[in-house]
C-alpha cells in the first residue's frame, strides 16, 4: 500500500479529534455564556430598608413540587438560573409576610435585585376622651416604635370625634403620645399589639387642682433608683408642663408593690422621688415647684396576689396641687 495512502489517513484522524475537542470547547462556551443568568437579590425591610434574613426555596414554575434550591436564614444570595426557564421563589421570614415571587429568566437580564418584606402588622384602636365628660377628644397622636426607626402621626382629621385605627407592627412596642392643648395634662404610655384585645381607652385630664395622672413611663429596674431612656423622656413632660404652666405646683409620688419588707419598699419609693427630684431641679425647675414623694407600697391601686396587680402598683403618679 502507497505511503502516501497512510499519511491521509493519519491526517483524518487528527483532524476528526481536534474538531471533536473544537466542539466540546465551543459547547461549554455556549452553556455558560447563553444559558446561565446570575441574578444577585438582597433583603431588606420595608419600613426602613433595613437588612432582612430569611428562608428562601427556588422552584420551577412549570413544576412548583420539585425544590431546586433552598437556604435558611440568609439576607441575600446569587441565583443561578436557565435562561430558558421560568422560576418561583418563595421568601419566608418570622414577623413577616410570605412572599412568592415570580422570575422569568427568559426576559431577565444579569442584574443585582433588592427585595423588600412587609412586616406583619394588625389593627389597633385608640380612644381619646376627657375623663371627666366621656368627650372625644380629636386631639392628634404620636407613635414611635421603641424597636426600630419607625415614627406613626395621626393628626386629628385621621380619626373622629377622638377615635383611632393604626396598623402596628407585630411584636413591637410602640410609645404613645397625645397631642393635646396646653389646658390639658400630657398623656403617654407604651402599647403592643395584643394589649387588652387591641385597643386603648385614653382618658384625658384638664389641668385643675386635685389632677391625678399615672406616668407610665417612669420605670425602674427591680431594686433600682437609676433613672433610664424612657423615665428621662417622661420627665421632660413634665417640665413642658411646668414651663407651659409658671405658677403650677405639682407632686410626683413613687409607688411600689409589697414584695420585701414595707421598710425596704418605702426607702425604695423614697430613693426614686429623689432621683426624680434631682433631675427636675438639673433641668431649671425651681425646687419649690414640685414634691417628690414616697409612699411605699401604703396605696395599692390593685391587689398585689397576681404579677399583673404588682405591676399595676409599681407606679408613678403626678397630683396638681396648685395652679
Do not use: C
Not at 107 to 123: C, F, G, H, M
Amino acid at each position: 500500500m502507497p505511503v502516501h495512502y497512510f499519511t491521509i489517513l493519519f491526517l483524518f484522524f487528527t483532524l476528526t479529534l481536534h474538531a471533536q475537542g473544537t466542539l466540546e470547547s465551543e459547547s461549554d462556551t455556549y452553556n455558560w455564556e447563553v444559558l446561565n443568568l446570575d441574578i444577585q437579590i438582597n433583603l431588606v425591610d420595608a419600613d426602613t430598608q433595613e437588612p432582612v434574613a430569611a428562608n428562601w426555596q427556588l422552584r420551577e414554575a412549570t413544576n412548583s413540587s420539585t425544590l431546586l434550591e433552598e437556604q435558611v436564614n440568609t439576607t441575600n444570595t446569587t441565583l443561578s438560573l436557565n435562561k430558558e426557564k421560568k422560576y418561583q421563589l418563595t421568601l419566608s421570614a418570622e414577623k413577616y409576610e410570605d412572599s412568592l415571587l415570580t422570575i422569568d429568566a427568559t426576559q431577565e437580564q444579569a442584574s443585582e435585585k433588592t427585595i423588600a418584606l412587609q412586616p406583619k402588622r394588625v389593627d389597633y384602636q385608640i380612644d381619646i376622651s376627657d375623663v371627666e365628660t366621656g368627650e372625644g377628644l380629636p386631639f392628634g397622636v404620636v407613635l414611635t416604635n421603641k424597636n426600630r426607626n419607625e415614627v406613626i402621626e395621626l393628626d386629628p382629621s385621621d380619626g373622629k370625634d377622638g377615635k383611632y385605627n393604626v396598623r402596628i407592627r407585630e411584636d413591637d412596642e410602640y410609645e404613645l403620645e397625645v397631642k393635646n392643648p396646653k389646658e390639658y395634662i400630657f398623656y403617654s404610655n407604651t402599647i403592643r399589639a395584643d394589649d387588652q384585645d387591641n385597643q386603648l381607652q385614653v382618658k384625658i385630664h384638664k389641668l385643675a387642682v386635685g389632677a391625678k395622672i399615672p406616668l407610665y413611663n417612669i420605670t425602674f429596674a427591680t431594686g433600682s433608683w437609676e433613672l433610664n431612656n424612657n423615665s428621662k423622656r417622661e420627665l421632660n413632660r413634665i417640665v413642658k408642663l411646668l414651663e407651659d404652666n409658671p405658677t403650677a405646683v405639682i407632686e410626683i409620688g413613687a409607688h411600689t408593690d409589697n414584695v420585701g419588707s414595707a421598710q425596704k419598699n418605702q426607702l425604695l419609693s423614697e430613693k426614686r422621688a429623689q432621683a426624680v427630684f434631682e433631675y427636675l431641679v438639673a433641668k431649671k425647675i425651681f425646687a419649690k415647684r414640685f414634691v417628690a414623694k414616697g409612699y411605699g407600697y401604703s396605696q395599692p391601686i390593685a391587689s398585689n396576689l397576681t404579677a399583673a396587680g404588682r405591676a399595676k402598683n409599681r407606679r408613678f403618679e403626678l397630683v396638681v396641687l396648685s395652679l
